[in-house]
């Protein structure tokens, strides 16, 4: 037990009571400032609209874009080829704690579900759920099991990298490859992770 | 044209010392009707004496019979056969079937231990289980939460049964076990999670713990003599191994063994590769990081190490050295000489004097492998038996939250452990490879028990400016260090070759084809697609004076993770080439035995 496991289940009950509260957070559409808008690569092949409207930015504090709900989200541009911090830090940390089970790109192994699919149902709160306390689904035809990484700090001091970046795969509006463009790492990025690494 | 001697290990072998290895598994080794062991034999040859089926008739075999193991995870392994019983292994819950092969393989007993599903998700890379041993009337199945249990091979009724290691820690089991004279060795999983691996040695009766041989830390875990215990010809001196890390990082060091086992019953020494370092990043662990990435030659009894041989110090790529080592006979620079060949995941294929840790041979058993020129086999040099590691794909040297690019093999390893076959006929190895490249950035992590423990990340693509395949299927001359042929493949082969006295090779592919190609030639004879993937291993045995092929399929592994989804395309945007294709398009979960005859007439 860690403090670190307390700040992933304080994170966990400030995102419910955000879910819960949504007009005391909102920001109507209209309010959306244009230069946070996405400019996706206009070839892109697997855009899921109702996924990329829901994801849409309409606030950026220091580099961390949030949508209407106030969930964090990815902020892509120049035709697809530049991402923000977030998204890039989410795909390193991807392929490094979930890509064993969950395959590369997020697109599913034969052991574990194609999360740029789960991403289009799952809500933050309910990605951030299991994230931390796992998920069973041991019955005749299945097995599967995923470990509660409530304690493991390589993964949630990435829990927001890994649900941006996820989340810009389910909405389609990244791709399979690396990123190769992204925006600075924001001083807050850098702040937050050696706070919650611990040195 | 060099004049060899070939023998082959096991029967003659055996024959001579029946008070050497377990007589048993002599007995059961020396009738080809029957497979034993994994390996098919103690000097994993996986050469089958049965000739019924040979290369002009082995395009006529047909299915005789199939069976469904209930359960649809990635299969590894192979059934054995003893007597007219074949006992047949799943992955994760681990059911063992006894079938009656006279009776139309009626189950005669199953046994289906109770484990904890949490321990599904600390397994790295699928819940596979590479299957059982029989010896002294028991079948030994190690399952996936390390219990190591002996059943009675009629009954299906527990002898014993023994913890080897604790889940909650990430310490799991994939392996089978080595019977060895009145002892059983067996391995440990966990190198992702920081696990200081072992193996141990336990009393095949009782299942009492006789010793216990770490991979790496002080002497007296490690169990090396200083002044006796050699690595290249010169003893290993004190502290060979912690002085090589920094500080207590040893104790999360890794350097697991989940591969297979050999054993020598002449020179009584048992053979296997140790996995990699803890973390995946280098800059986190400075030193040689022995002895991960090692051959270890071991004494049965006591466990102490005779030689060991590190090929990749301080690994930067996870090229696990846990793959099969080969036991020869054979003639090297005109003298005979006790051979062990192996193929690393590095890419190269090593030949040693398994007597000594002699390296005879270490050469690129796939052309692409770059992150090394060679292994500098010059005596007198003071790099001398190290891999000389190419700048650009270092990923130490690059450092962390560096990106490097076009490592070839990738951490797949140009061969992972499907093991390979050798034919005393020809003389040749028949290898499983991979043609997978990668692009590797390591950066800082941080340890918590039963936790992944990675630090890096990682892309693979099928090997660039190649045929596009991601696999090839290889004959070695290990004497001379050559490819004699090499039939490549859509996809990675995953699955263990068998050769037989009737000069066919069989394998499986990860589309679920069974293939017999001609031993001499590698030209296919015969191809039948099962209803899943093939990550098992093929076996052969007899049944009323009829010879039969069978082969687990059940697609899955690190290969049903990594290619399931099809990997990434390097060249992106220029047109996408047929092998870069999801395996998904090809094959389904599954688990099922087939097995394979000629007609009657």
């Known amino acids: ?199 | 044209m060099r004049a060899v001697h070939l023998l082959a290990l096991g029967a003659g072998l055996a024959a001579a010392s029946p008070a050497l290895a377990n007589e048993s598994v002599l007995k059961g080794i020396a009738n080809p009707a029957e497979q034993v062991l994994q390996t098919v034999d103690y000097g994993n040859t996986r050469y089958s004496k049965l000739d019924q089926i040979n290369a002009s008739n082995v395009k006529n075999l047909q299915v005789a019979w199939t069976f469904s193991t209930g359960v649809l995870r990635g299969h590894e392994g192979a059934p054995l056969v003893v007597g007219n019983i074949m006992y047949v292994h799943t992955p994760f819950p681990n059911i063992v079937y006894a079938l009656d092969l006279d009776q139309g393989a009626k189950i005669v007993w199953k046994y289906e231990p109770k484990q904890d599903p949490s321990v599904i998700p600390v397994m790295c890379c699928d819940t596979v289980n590479r299957g059982l041993a029989y010896a002294d009337g028991a079948i030994i199945l190690h399952q996936a939460d390390t219990t190591v249990v002996s059943l009675d091979a009629k009954t299906g009724k527990v002898n014993w049964s023994v913890k080897n290691g604790d889940p909650s820690k990430g310490e799991t089991n994939t392996a089978t076990v080595l019977p060895v004279k009145d002892k059983v060795i067996v391995g440990i999983s966990g190198g992702e999670f920081g696990v200081q691996c072992h193996v141990t040695a336990y009393d095949l009766k009782s299942g009492k713990k006789v010793w216990r041989g770490y991979s790496i830390g002080p002497d007296d875990q490690i169990l090396v003599d200083p002044e006796k215990t050699t690595s290249l010809g010169k003893p290993v001196g004190k502290d060979s191994s912690v002085k090589t890390w920094e500080g207590d990082q040893w104790k999360t060091g890794g350097g697991c063994t989940w591969g297979w086992f050999s054993y020598d019953p002449k020179l009584d020494l048992f053979y296997y590769g140790s996995g990699n370092p803890s973390t995946w990043n280098p800059k986190q662990r400075p030193g040689d990081n022995k002895w991960s990435m090692t051959i270890w030659a071991r004494n049965p009894d006591t466990g102490v190490a005779k030689w060991v041989y590190q090929m990749t110090p301080h690994d930067e790529w996870d090229y696990d050295g846990i793959n099969e080592m080969i036991l020869t006979d054979q003639k090297f620079d005109g003298k005979d000489r006790p051979l062990l060949t192996h193929f690393d995941r590095n890419g190269f294929g090593y030949t040693l004097d398994r007597a000594t840790g002699e390296v005879l041979v270490a050469e690129k058993f796939d052309p692409v492998v770059n992150w090394a020129t060679k292994v500098d086999l010059d005596k007198g040099s003071k790099t001398y038996g190290r891999p000389l590691v190419v700048s650009k794909y270092s990923t130490e040297q690059n450092g962390e939250d560096v990106n490097s690019k076009g490592i070839c093999p990738a951490a797949l390893g140009t061969k992972d452990q499907q093991p390979a076959a050798f034919s005393p006929k020809t003389g040749l190895f028949y290898v499983p490879t991979n043609h997978v490249c990668m692009d590797y950035e390591p950066f800082r992590v941080t340890y918590t028990p039963g936790q992944p423990y990675v630090g890096a990340t990682l892309s693979m693509y099928p090997a660039p400016g190649s045929h596009g395949g991601m696999g090839n299927f290889i004959a070695w001359d290990n004497i001379q260090g050559k490819i004699k042929w090499s039939n490549p493949e859509q996809f990675s082969v995953w699955s263990g070759a068998l050769a037989t006295a009737g000069d066919v090779v069989f394998y499986g592919t990860l589309e679920g084809y069974l293939k017999a190609v001609d031993s001499k030639t590698g030209k296919e004879l015969y191809k039948f697609k099962t209803p899943s993937g093939i990550i098992g291993n093929v076996m052969t045995y007899e049944n009323k004076g009829k010879q039969y092929i069978a082969v687990l399929s059940g697609v899955g592994g690190w290969a049903g993770i990594g290619l399931a989804a099809g990997l990434t395309d390097p060249n992106a945007g220029l047109g996408a080439v047929g092998g870069y294709a999801a395996l998904s398009s090809y094959t389904n979960l599954g688990g099922q035995l087939t097995v394979f005859s000629l007609p009657n007439n």
Not at chain 1, 22 to 47: R, S
Not at chain 1, 99 to 104: A, N
Not at chain 1, 109 to 117: E, N, V
Not at chain 1, 157 to 173: E, F, I, K, S, T
């Open chain 1, 1 to 199: 037990m860690s403090a670190m496991k307390r700040n992933a289940l304080l994170g966990l009950c400030g995102a419910i009571l955000l879910g819960a509260v949504p007009v005391t957070t909102a920001v109507l559409a209209q309010d959306a400032k244009p230069e946070l808008a996405n400019k996706l690569d206009p070839n892109a092949k697997e855009i899921d609209e109702p996924v990329l409207k829901a994801a849409a930015a309409v606030k950026d504090e220091d580099g961390k874009y949030l949508d209407k709900d106030g969930h964090p989200t990815f902020h892509i541009t120049n035709d697809g080829k530049k991402v923000d911090w977030y998204t890039y830090s989410g795909y390193r940390r991807y392929h490094a704690e979930c890509h064993v089970c969950h395959g590369p790109d997020g697109m599913g192994s034969t052991y574990a579900p194609a999360l740029k699919d789960s991403l289009k149902r799952l809500s933050y709160e309910e990605f951030y759920g299991i994230l931390a306390g796992g998920k069973q689904e041991v019955n005749n035809t299945s097995n599967q099991v995923m470990p509660a990484f409530g304690d493991n700090k390589n993964v949630m001091c990435y829990a927001n990298d890994l649900y941006v970046y996820l989340r810009a795969r389910a909405a389609g509006a990244w791709g399979r490859a690396r990123p190769g463009e992204k925006e600075e790492k924001p001083e807050a990025a850098k702040t937050a992770e050696k706070e919650c690494l611990g040195g």
